[in-house]
């Protein structure tokens, strides 16, 4: 256990020392290939160019720290770096100019099947059939085709989020914390390994990240996160029969997952293609409601890890931790709701202020004309 957790700790340090250093010079080439986000549309949040390509800098942070720290590479985690830098070639030239929404998914699902075919599956799932005395279900030859879409599915879904200054990097970093401390509980050291070494690099990147931003991870970094978050969860709680490691990576990643639903459930109902980007996403409408970015921002990063220590509550024992974790979510809905009818309470504090400092100086002024006369 002291051996984990001090290759824990060196993970995230050599991640986020490597991330942090690496982001100014990732910059730089992202000016020189022109990697550029130019803001042209209402979609955008910023109003001048921002170089994309930032998540070159977390991959490199993750891949340094997980070769000095991740141990024998066993064919499936060399599946998962192999199918990992394919989608960070594929961030790359998308962030230097846009592909095509069909070759995106196309160059994805690759990525996916090389980990798949190498030996990482989700090979059965908890049966929820009250009238049925079978466990689980051994998924046989569905295996393949439902771990791909699974990591499709994650991998987009934190690409799609990506909307705002430090969005993805926070639920990211959030979502690889929450994992990294269930695989420890579940004993799969190797992978906390990895998810410390995700969680570093981020953290090292988030610096530049936060609004107003430096740098944006672009496709590079969102495809990547997403990808690596969806091939972990496989790796460390798809494998095992009790039920409730298949609801905790849903519960981590709950936000994105609902978000891109939601996205494409609404894309659906209109009659416009899925891949269609749009300006409804859940962050968009705070932004619509009066929230600026970094509120916005801390609401659904808040939102995010109210799930994951959901999911971290969920694998304890005693009614006690459920009573607080209840309380907590209601204590948070409450204020939620608070602060939501009372967002622009320092304004209205200032105005009276002003107002009354007006009234105080208008009488003292008719004051002074009065003793004058």
């Known amino acids: 256990m002291v051996d984990n957790g001090i290759f824990l700790i060196f993970s995230l340090a050599i991640a986020f020392l490597f991330s942090f250093a ?24 910023h109003t001048k160019p921002i170089p994309r390509m930032g998540g070159l800098a977390i991959y490199l942070g993750f891949l340094v720290s997980y070769l000095c720290f991740g141990g024998i590479l066993e064919p499936k985690s060399v599946g998962i ?26 160059v994805q699902l690759i990525a996916a099947l090389i980990p798949v075919l190498m030996g990482l599956r989700v090979e059965f799932v ?28 994650v991998t987009n879904a934190l690409n799609l989020i990506d ?21 420890l509980v579940f004993g799969s050291p190797h992978c906390a390994v990895a998810l410390a070494a995700i969680a570093g690099a981020t953290i090292g990147f988030l610096p530049y990240n936060l609004n107003p931003a430096k740098i944006f991870m672009g496709d590079t970094g969102a495809l990547f996160l997403g990808y690596m978050l969806a091939t972990l969860s496989v790796d460390g709680f798809f494998k095992s029969y009790a039920a409730i490691t298949f609801v905790i990576p849903l ?4 936000l994105p997952l609902f978000d891109t639903s939601f996205a494409i459930f609404r894309r659906m109902l209109r009659g416009e293609p899925i891949m269609q ?4 996403h859940l962050h968009h409408r705070l932004i ?34 459920t009573l607080v974790m209840f309380a907590v979510s209601v204590l948070y809905y409450c204020g939620g709701l608070l602060y939501i009818k009372n967002k622009n309470y320092e304004q209205d504090f200032l105005d009276n202020l002003a107002k009354k400092e007006g009234l105080s100086n208008q009488i003292e002024e008719e004051r002074e004309g009065t003793s004058e006369k």
């Open 22 to 45: 690496a982001v100014p010079l990732v910059r730089v080439v992202a000016f020189k290939i022109g990697a550029v986000d130019v803001p042209r549309d209402q979609r955008r949040m």
């Open 81 to 106: 770096i192999a199918g990992a830098t394919v989608l960070v070639i594929l961030g790359i030239l998308d962030d230097r100019k846009p592909i095509r929404a069909v070759v995106k998914l196309g």
């Open 126 to 153: 908890t049966s929820i059939n009250l009238f049925s005395n079978q466990a689980n279900y051994v998924l046989g030859a569905l295996s393949v085709p439902i771990t791909v879409v699974w990591i499709v599915g």
């Open 163 to 183: 909307g705002l200054d430090g969005l993805a990097g926070g639920i990211a970093s959030i979502s690889s914390f929450c994992l990294m401390f269930v695989s």
């Open 251 to 254: 519960l981590v990643m709950g």
């Open 277 to 280: 980007p749009d300006r409804s």
């Open 288 to 321: 619509d409601a009066g929230f600026s970015q970094r509120q916005a921002v801390a609401i659904m990063c808040t939102i995010s890890g109210l799930l994951s220590l959901t999911a971290i509550v969920l694998i304890t024992e005693g009614w006690k931790r």
